[in-house]
């Protein structure tokens, strides 16, 4: 996470303390903000390069931080969720954040996370992308996975491409849906089912243990860049 500028909100000074501790030893500097009001204040001043917001906040909820952020901000945001709290985790995905992680968590989960969004933000726009042994390039939408061409349906592709677009975010079935097949199809949990199965008897040597399209549980999928 290399001299990143990063953002962390969350009002128990413990655990933002924790996390300081976490980023500055992988060579971060670290903001921090007690409050949702003190967030926003901070990332129009400092535009950091990543925001780690606890949805559980004493003056708004984390949900409309989001929203706010969203209106002029494409920054990565990882979302700090309780265990209990499963809902908000869907809904500040859904209102644009990038990935979550829930409390209790370690600092190798916490760095990996941070070092696969920065990565995906730095990297983004390329014509040619590869994930271990799959190639990507966009500009002739051509797929290789260790040098065979791979063939895609038009659907399998536009699901390919959100997802690798995406890398290292969490993406909603919602969100997937709605790029993918359009927003009258939010709730077809089935294409979505039948589709990343047969993308993976494709792309992934083990279809039965995908290293590149993951399933993250209740959630969504996620393309891992790492
Ligand atoms: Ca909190």
């Not at 209102?95 to 190798?108: E, I, M, N």
């Not at 997937?176 to 990343?196: E, T």
């Amino acid at each position: 996470v290399n001299a990143a500028s990063v953002l962390v909100v969350e009002d128990e000074s413990q655990i933002r303390r924790f996390i300081r501790t976490a980023l500055e030893g992988d060579g971060c500097t670290v903001h921090e903000a007690a409050n949702a009001a003190a967030a926003l204040a901070l990332a129009a001043e400092n535009s950091p390069e990543l925001v780690i917001l606890d949805l559980g906040l004493p003056d708004r909820d984390g949900v409309e931080v989001i929203r706010d952020l969203r209106a002029w901000s494409r920054v990565p945001v990882i979302i700090l969720s309780a265990r209990a709290a499963e809902d908000g985790k869907i809904e500040a995905l859904d209102a644009g954040a990038d990935d979550y992680l829930t409390k209790p968590f370690g600092v190798g989960e916490l760095l990996a996370r941070a070092r696969a969004l920065l990565r995906r933000a730095r990297g983004n726009g390329a014509a040619l992308v590869s994930f271990g042994d799959i190639e990507i390039d966009f500009s002739l939408r051509t797929i290789t996975r260790a040098g065979e061409p791979v063939h895609l349906t038009p659907t399998e592709y536009r699901l390919l491409t959100v997802l690798v677009t995406n890398a290292g975010r969490v993406l909603t079935h919602r969100s997937l849906l709605k790029h993918v097949w359009g927003p009258g199809s939010v709730d077809s949990n089935h294409y979505l089912r039948i589709y990343v199965a047969s993308l993976r008897r494709k792309i992934e040597s083990d279809a039965a243990q995908p290293q590149h399209i993951l399933t993250e549980a209740g959630v969504g999928y996620r393309f891992a860049n790492e």
